[in-house]
């Protein structure tokens, strides 16, 4: 089975920077696309950003742009997502998952979600205040 592990969440206040870790275990994740979401409190989760098998990272809401930075790391099975400029509203669970069969990141802008994700992680907590 695939088990997915966030990593890098915390206390920051706003202007400040954090960088979160995916690590996966099971199998190669290569050929998978992989996204990270964020839940905040009272609100639905959305997608946040998601990078394919190509290695191309799409950034679906304007919020993000210019801010956050998705990578992936294929040697460590590891996507990371770098936050930097953190406002308050960006305060979240964030998630990482991943496409068993797909290989582009599909986004479902009316629902604000990335389509076909089968793996999940349990999330971690970013808390943006001062």
């Known amino acids: 089975q695939v088990q997915l592990v966030e990593s890098g969440g915390g206390l920051v206040q706003p202007g400040g920077s954090l960088r979160l870790s995916c690590a996966a275990s099971?199998?190669?994740?290569?050929?998978?696309?992989i996204a990270w979401f964020r839940q905040a409190p009272g609100k639905e989760r959305e997608g946040v950003s998601c990078?394919?098998?190509?290695?191309?990272?799409?950034y679906d809401e304007d919020s993000v742009k210019g801010r956050f930075t998705i990578s992936r790391v294929n040697a460590k099975n590891t996507v990371y997502l770098q936050m930097n400029s953190l406002k308050p509203e960006d305060t979240a669970v964030y998630y990482c998952?991943?496409?068993?069969?797909?290989?582009?990141?599909?986004?479902?802008?009316?629902?604000?979600?990335?389509?076909?994700?089968?793996?999940w992680g349990k999330g971690t907590v970013v808390t943006v205040s001062s």
């Open positions: 998952a991943a496409g068993s069969y797909a290989t582009h990141c599909l986004y479902v802008r009316s629902q604000k979600l990335y389509y076909g994700m089968d793996y």
């Open positions: 099971g199998r190669t994740l290569d050929n998978s696309a």
């Open positions: 990078i394919n098998s190509r290695n191309s990272p799409t």
